[in-house]
């Protein structure tokens, strides 16, 4: 018999609605640094409100579902305090996959129990709109899941960051996306499968675990932050798929403010880095085999040393210095040491700025979090579009860690898997102080830089931290 669906209270659809204005002005705080913290605080506010609002509704197995909570949280509350800043790209990866898999989970549970879902009609067949929901659902779930899987596989270092091209995979991809599109129109009209009996949705879902990965796996390394906010928003409409399905309206709402979120901030960072959106999300089209990701030791050639102290009475006697911070920053946690490096030379009179590649690091806005968590000032942090223009009339560029985003063959070298990204012009700077901890290497997306080898660069071979605390101590009149 049909299965009488409850009308959800008047109390309810309104705290559903306080939270979703909540979580609307938390991506609005989120925005800018300054405001960011108060963004924080709104999307948790909402989010209690939410789930809370949830349970009341549900009170029933109402142990179980706390016991749930509190084991994940507990888990999510070790990693937190576990986790390394450097470790956050792959950690986000890894969630995202946690988020895919949920959706995943509840629509199979859906498709097995109708009745208990309230999604069956009066023959106890699901209804054919639930089937859709379901069936789009387990997709994007899917997809998010195994795509998320290989992006932190890459991104952890477990997986070579260098794109792996299957043979026709443009033709592969499109051709099990029509599959799943096919068979989830299929699965909506048919009988049996309206009943629960049949394959149908077991191929959808096979399907999509296998397109998650061969989506990403032809991705490199310069693209990956884009790799990573397109998850994002992925896991954002598997969970709004899941509030179809659970037919709750904070979940439709959270689920969609993020995927649109998502596919928006993937869009910007597409035209930061003269990347085309469709081309990146389906597959990193037009890849080279050899491109994206370390690969050996970079072409010896001639360069300048130098030491700490030589950084130092550089700095102390320049007039500007535009820092720019890389992963090589993260990678060493040198941050604290760069804003004090920072503070006391601009006790010297020296103008400080730092110039923020959008995909520097490797995920969207990694560069800013690392500076906020160091408490530089936001006056002093600039985008590329902000401050590229100052290179050329500063002092000194104070290369940090950066190698793809400091690459100048982006604009000359059509062979190269970074070429058209707009790059910071450190180059033209009087001169160039590069910190990297050897030469035997290259940046993630497999190129040399040919700034290393320029009259008018020393570079500072050195763990980034270390080499950083010893500037410090040379300022402060310690010397080596």
Not at 35 to 63: C, D, E, F, K, Y
Not at 160 to 189: E, K, Q
Not at 398 to 419: C, H, R
Request: contains cysteine; glycine residues 12%; aromatic residues 6%.
């Amino acid at each position: 018999m049909e299965h009488a669906v409850a009308a959800t209270p008047a109390w309810a659809v309104l705290a559903y609605l306080v939270a979703g204005v909540l979580f609307i002005l938390s991506l609005r705080g989120l925005s800018s640094p300054e405001t960011s913290q108060a963004g924080n605080r709104n999307g948790m506010i909402g989010m209690l409100i939410a789930v809370g609002t949830t349970l009341a509704l549900h009170p029933t197995g109402l142990p179980l579902i706390i016991a749930a909570i509190a084991i994940g949280g507990g888990i999510g509350w070790v990693i937190a305090q576990r986790i390394q800043m450097t470790a956050m790209p792959e950690l986000v990866a890894g969630f995202h996959s946690l988020v895919g898999m949920a959706a995943v989970l509840v629509g199979c549970a859906a498709y097995l129990n109708p009745a208990a879902f309230g999604i069956v009609d009066g023959t106890g067949a699901i209804l054919a709109v639930s089937r859709v929901e379901m069936g789009l659902g387990v997709a994007i779930g899917a997809i998010t899941f195994s795509g998320s899987i290989i992006a932190f596989l890459k991104l952890s270092g477990r997986m070579s960051g260098s794109p792996i091209l299957l043979p026709a995979r443009h033709v592969l991809n499109l051709g099990m996306l029509a599959g799943i599109l096919i068979l989830t129109g299929v699965f909506a009209f048919d009988a049996a499968a309206g009943m629960g009996q049949g394959p149908l949705l077991w191929i959808i879902l096979a399907l999509s675990f296998i397109i998650g990965v061969t989506l990403i796996i032809p991705i490199g390394g310069a693209d990956m932050p884009v790799v990573i906010s397109m998850l994002n928003s992925y896991s954002g409409w598997a969970a709004a798929a899941m509030g179809f399905t659970l037919q709750n309206t904070a979940m439709i709402i959270t689920g969609a403010l993020v995927g649109s979120s998502g596919a928006i901030l993937s869009y910007i960072m597409c035209k930061a880095m003269n990347r085309s959106f469709i081309s990146v999300i389906a597959g990193g089209f037009g890849a080279e085999a050899d491109a994206g990701g370390p690969k050996g030791a970079a072409i010896q050639k001639s360069y300048k040393a130098g030491s700490a102290d030589d950084a130092a009475f550089i700095m102390k006697n320049a007039e500007s210095v535009i820092i720019v911070p890389g992963y090589g920053m993260a990678v060493s946690q040198a941050q604290h040491a760069l804003r004090e490096m920072g503070d006391l030379l601009k006790k010297e009179g020296v103008s400080v700025k730092y110039a923020i590649h959008p995909v520097a690091g490797r995920m969207p806005g990694h560069m800013n979090v690392l500076l906020a968590e160091a408490n530089v000032s936001y006056d002093e942090v600039f985008e590329l579009e902000d401050i590229n223009s100052e290179f050329g009339q500063c002092d000194v560029a104070f290369v940090i860690g950066a190698n793809d985003v400091t690459n100048p063959l982006a604009k000359t070298d059509k062979s190269s898997p970074i070429y058209g990204m707009p790059v910071l012009d450190v180059e033209k700077a009087k001169t160039v102080l590069f910190v990297k901890r050897s030469m035997g290497g290259v940046g993630y997306a497999g190129v040399d830089n040919p700034v290393f080898y320029m009259d008018n660069t020393m570079m500072l071979l050195a763990d980034a931290k270390k080499m950083v605390e010893n500037i410090v101590k040379s300022l402060n009149g310690g010397g080596h």
